[in-house]
Structure formats: structure tokens, C-alpha cells
């Protein structure tokens, strides 16, 4: 196959985490006798700094001509007195709504050697952690209606939470037709006793639900849905929800796995064209040190490989040369422990290749 990617590296660690992963990408390219071809493109604070505004017309144009995209991550504390629309986050909420990439999919596993990074209490992690999350992207109240006018008490800010019936039925066939192909089972978080919107979201859930008889649906609020992540994550398979849900469970999931350093994310829509990138921050204290854990880049550019070019058999070789270097032993600094080596970006790039 010929395999176009759009290559946003970013900020902050963004370059170096990117570069390893494009390394692995073109080692299974020679791998499977694939083509590949990069074209790298400016995209958060470094396209504020070089261009003026977080997302180029001209980077949203080369991801539109792409076959997937591949971002590392966008934002610094040098850009946070901008104001909230020319901030670099907006890069990210612009290619999602300008691509109608409505699905992101986080999965939040806990690999065996890993064990020891787990959080949570050795009997619990026992059950293992091997979570999908699905989070609606393109709707809800980081894209409705906002604002600030006066009120009762003086200047007040207002987000509006929205959705439409075809919105939640999207997202909801998402979560069911992934969960056909592991366990069978979503669980769907929303607030329905007290949100009108989570009221119809579960409304459309259960309809959906309908239509796959094989795949069992179990109804959760948010705040028992957090209590539940930490309590018994082994419960859990597909857990499908809103935007905002979505953003905060995602992140509390891959913390109990042990290192946010570790988790991939992929956002799909209705075409092949997809978003892949980590889901941790730029961490501009560590940036071009040969300190960033690049491996849920890597396993982002598997997430690829899978999703946008149905390439099942390459994106198992990535996840499985990955397995191969922790079971190793090797380690960067945040899932480092005793009795483990410990490896800076590039070298764990390299093993991962050489794995491959």
C-alpha cells in the first residue's frame, strides 16, 4: 500500500515522541513492502510562532489530502496568556470539527511487566485493565454555545451541553460495532438524572442497542462511573460517553494503567481519514532531552495502521515489538522502576524497531 501521512509534531516533546514513531511506521513499511510518504506541517504553538494562528489554512489542507494524520502533542506555558481562540488547543478542536472526526477512541490496558506502575492495589490490578473508551469529539459543551453577560451576581461565563439525536447514534454504533470485536459489552456513562441531554443521550443509546441484540448495554452515571475506574476497572470493556465525560474518565483510565506516557488515542470519522496521537501533554520541561516516553505515539501509529488502513497484521507486529521491549526490561523515566533499564527516547524508538 501507499500510506500518506500528514506529520504534525507540534510542541513541547511533540518532535521527538513524532520522530520515533515515524521511524517504527517506516520500518513496517520495509516490513511489509509498503510505501510510505510523510509531509510534516506546522500545527499549536509552533505554528503560532512561525504562521500567526494554531492551525493553518495550509495544514488543514495538506490533512485533508492525507490518508491519516499523525500529531504529536500542542500547547506550552509561552502561548497561555493568548486568549482562548487563537490558543494553540484550538489546532485540536479545529481538525476535529473541520474533519468531522466525531469518534475518539483511547484504549487503557495494563501490560503484565508494567504491573508494579499500576496505581491501584495489586488485588484489584490482578482483574487486569483492558478499557476502550469512546468519546464523542464533535459535539457537546466544547462546542456549544458560550459566552459572558451580566447576571445576578455580577459578570457570569456560560457553556451550553448539546446534542442531537444523530450525534449520540453515531457515537453509540461506534462504541457497539467495536465492542462485536472484544468483549460484548458498553457501558454508557452519562448524568440522566439530571441533565436533559444525558436524558436523550440515553434515550438514543438504548435505541441503537437495539440493532445488536449479541452486545450486552449497562447504563452508568459520570460520578459512579470515576468510582468505578478505580475500584474494579476489570468490569469494564467499551465505555462510550460524552465529550466532556469522555475527556475526564479517559484521563483518570490511564492513570490507573500506570503512566499516561503509555496510552494511544485514535479519532475516526465517517471517511478512512484519521487522527492519531498520544494523549498526554507537551511536557515542555522534558522537550529535546531524549527524556519523552514515545511509546503511545508509537502505538498511535499502530491505532493507525489498524483503523485508517486496515492493516491488522502490521499494527499487531507494533503492539507486539512494544510488549517485547518492556518484557525486556527497558524502561524511560516514567515507568521506570527497580531492576528495569532505563533508556531515553531515541534508544527506545531504536529497540522498538529492532524489535519489529
Known sequence: MQL???VLP????????VKEAQSVLERVAEKFSHR???QQYDAGGAAIDKLGEPLPEKTLAGCRASDSILLGA???PQWDHLSGSDRPERALLGLRGALELYANLRPAVLYE???EA????ADIAAGGIDIMVVRELTGGIYFGDRGRRQGRYGEEAYDTEAYGEAEVERIARTAFDIARKRKKHVTSVDKANVLESSRLWRSVVVAVAGEYPDVTLEHMYVDNAAMQLVRDPSQFDVLVTTNMFGDILSDEASMITGSIGMLPSASLGKERLGMYEPIHGSAP???GQDKANPIATILSAAMM???SFGLAAEADAVEAAVSEVLQAGYRTGDIASAGTTLVGTRKMGQLICEAL
Not at 499500576?118 to 492495589?121: D, F, G, R, S
Request: glycine share 16%.
Open 113 to 115: 511487566p508494567l504491573r
Open 74 to 76: 500542542v500547547g506550552g
Open 4 to 6: 500518506s501521512i500528514a
Open 10 to 17: 507540534g510542541d513541547g516533546i511533540g518532535p521527538d515522541i
Open 118 to 121: 499500576c496505581p491501584l492495589q
Open 36 to 38: 510510505i510518504e510523510c
Open 285 to 287: 520541561d522534558i522537550a
Open 305 to 307: 495502521l489498524r483503523y
